[in-house]
């Protein structure tokens, strides 16, 4: 089985670059990186390890690139509208597309555009990791990629969790997709947009007394989501999300990366998919919607 | 009937100024502008025109003032504690206290440690003015100053409104004050938080389409809240704070200056206190309570 990394940052080129270490055929897709991955090969700083893949399987264009049979998209949710047109060079008639993104409802419009023999699947990072420079990769802390199927490719998916465990990964295969999503949502709802909004990391969020009580009232409302949309998630969940958040390094997530760095937030897939969700059940979850509003403003008066 | 100006900033300064300027006998309370004021006056730059009252009575305690029929507080509500002790030395058997201030439930605890025998009631200053500099006030837009009796004296309120209006200032007797704290708080609890968090103003929020619905949803709630309360506020009545508000200058409320210059923000009179009186009656103000929470951390985090 060979592999398509889509977007090779922090995300991508974190289990790309461990399946690569281990053996397995990876071709990376890069974007301003390309030329800094061809001379000196993708680089990742980890806490189990650094390592540098060089020579790297490096393209620009997946028109370059050879078909694959499993294809992660570590891109940002923002571009999956453009996501047919870029898969198609690399697609078999029965690849399976892991959609390694933030949110809800990613599967259902990507299913849509892909063609019917294609598996589609989702995968959640859990997972500490930035990119500190061109195609240099940090990883910080955690490490998980849990997956679920959305359309076929069952199999794939085995194989892949069975890869990145002799790559020396963690690799869950969840055998709900829907409720592994909402389950991620209790942590990224709260921090992500908190981190923004407040211009904090995780860490400050915790120590605050009413910061920290926000953040356990968000995650009950996101609870809440779940529970109308047909997913139950006992409040032991969120309870253990505020441990292991207490036990994590001081943490920028992924859109107040998004922020310091001037790209677009993920607000449509982290918020407004799941508040959609709650509301076709007639639930409203006015904390959440008060953080959609918030980041809305954020996003058009300080965003391009 | 001769007038005490407890605090003599963006408030104090104006309507004092205004009785001053009309001929009444009006003591000033100052804190650090006193060397200025007793050197160049107090300075009034008004939309209605500008004007100096030199030589001003100004004190820069309490112990040094006479005894006044009608004491203004206008000092923030931070400092209530201090009240009792500070008005001693200045209250008659039949003074009366108006709170001009922000929030809900002042009065009630101004009246629990003032005599008896002394008249408490509530005043709301519907007006765009700031402290430009010692002494020295800008009054931009409006001017309304509603009161309304708590305990007793009704007949000194009376006067106080024929004196302002022969000062060239709207003053409203409120038949209920509870109501006309409520109403006040349709206005002050959406945009006087909401300029602290995004980091804005009124006219940058009006604009942008998903903070305006933001604005309008938290009017919405402190309706509900008010209902709670026993006071019915209509949704018309929302409607026109939108309106009044797009009609004003560009505009950062109390809260917003109280941030700039590093001074503490009324979070409990302006949120924790009717929240507190919806939750009396079982009723929660979910997005509200996130504008607290958020406050409390801005406040803890950013201010002395």
Same mark, same amino acid.
């Given at each position: 089985?060979?592999? /398509?990394?889509?977007g090779?940052? +922090?995300i991508? $080129?974190?289990? &790309? #670059? %461990?399946?690569?270490?281990?053996?397995?055929?990876?071709?990376?897709?890069?974007?301003?990186?390309?030329?800094?991955?061809?001379?000196?090969?993708?680089q990742?700083?980890?806490?189990?390890?650094?390592?540098?893949?060089?020579?790297?399987?490096?393209?620009?264009s997946?028109?370059?690139?050879?078909?694959?049979d499993?294809?992660?998209?570590?891109l940002?949710?923002?571009n999956?509208?453009?996501?047919?047109?870029?898969?198609?060079?690399?697609?078999?008639?029965?690849?399976?597309?892991?959609?390694?993104?933030?949110g809800?409802?990613?599967?259902?419009? /990507?299913?849509?555009?892909l063609? +019917?023999?294609? $598996?589609?699947? &989702? #995968? %959640?990072?859990?997972?500490?990791?930035?990119?500190?420079?061109?195609?240099h990769?940090?990883?910080?802390?955690y490490?998980?990629?849990?997956?679920?199927?959305?359309?076929?490719g069952s199999?794939?998916?085995e194989?892949?969790c069975?890869?990145?465990h002799?790559?020396?990964?963690?690799a869950?295969?969840?055998?709900?997709?829907?409720?592994a999503?909402?389950?991620?949502?209790?942590?990224?709802?709260?921090y992500n947009g908190?981190?923004?909004?407040?211009?904090?990391?995780?860490?400050?969020?915790?120590?605050?007394a009413?910061?920290?009580?926000?953040?356990y009232?968000i995650?009950?409302?996101?609870?809440? $989501?779940?529970?109308?949309?047909g997913?139950?998630?006992?409040?032991a969940?969120?309870?253990?999300?505020m441990?292991?958040?207490?036990?994590?390094?001081p943490?920028k997530?992924?859109?107040r990366?998004?922020?310091?760095?001037?790209?677009?937030?993920?607000?449509?897939?982290i918020?407004s998919?799941?508040?959609?969700?709650?509301?076709?059940?007639g639930v409203?979850?006015?904390?959440?919607?008060?953080?959609?509003?918030?980041?809305?403003y954020?996003?058009?008066?300080?965003?391009p």
């Amino acid at each position: 089985m060979n592999y /398509a990394i889509i977007g090779t940052g +922090a995300i991508g $080129g974190f289990y &790309g #670059g %461990m399946l690569a270490k281990s053996g397995k055929e990876v071709h990376f897709l890069f974007h301003s990186d390309y030329e800094q991955a061809l001379g000196n090969g993708l680089q990742v700083d980890s806490v189990s390890g650094d390592f540098c893949i060089r020579p790297v399987k490096a393209y620009k264009s997946t028109a370059d690139m050879p078909p694959c049979d499993l294809i992660l998209v570590c891109l940002k949710t923002i571009n999956n509208r453009l996501l047919a047109d870029m898969l198609r060079p690399i697609l078999k008639p029965d690849s399976t597309v892991v959609l390694v993104q933030n949110g809800l409802d990613i599967e259902r419009q /990507a299913a849509e555009v892909l063609p +019917a023999s294609v $598996g589609v699947a &989702g #995968g %959640m990072a859990f997972i500490c990791s930035n990119k500190i420079g061109p195609a240099h990769i940090r990883h910080l802390d955690y490490g998980r990629l849990t997956v679920g199927a959305y359309r076929g490719g069952s199999q794939a998916l085995e194989q892949l969790c069975s890869d990145l465990h002799a790559a020396g990964v963690e690799a869950l295969l969840a055998p709900d997709l829907h409720e592994a999503r909402w389950k991620k949502l209790v942590w990224n709802i709260p921090y992500n947009g908190m981190t923004v909004i407040l211009d904090s990391t995780t860490e400050q969020l915790m120590r605050q007394a009413d910061s920290r009580a926000l953040i356990y009232d968000i995650m009950l409302e996101v609870l809440r $989501g779940a529970e109308a949309d047909g997913v139950h998630i006992p409040t032991a969940f969120a309870d253990e999300m505020m441990r292991s958040t207490d036990q994590m390094r001081p943490y920028k997530p992924s859109m107040r990366l998004d922020f310091d760095h001037h790209r677009p937030m993920e607000i449509e897939a982290i918020y407004s998919n799941p508040l959609a969700a709650a509301r076709s059940h007639g639930v409203d979850l006015p904390k959440i919607a008060v953080m959609e509003q918030q980041l809305k403003y954020i996003q058009q008066t300080y965003l391009p």
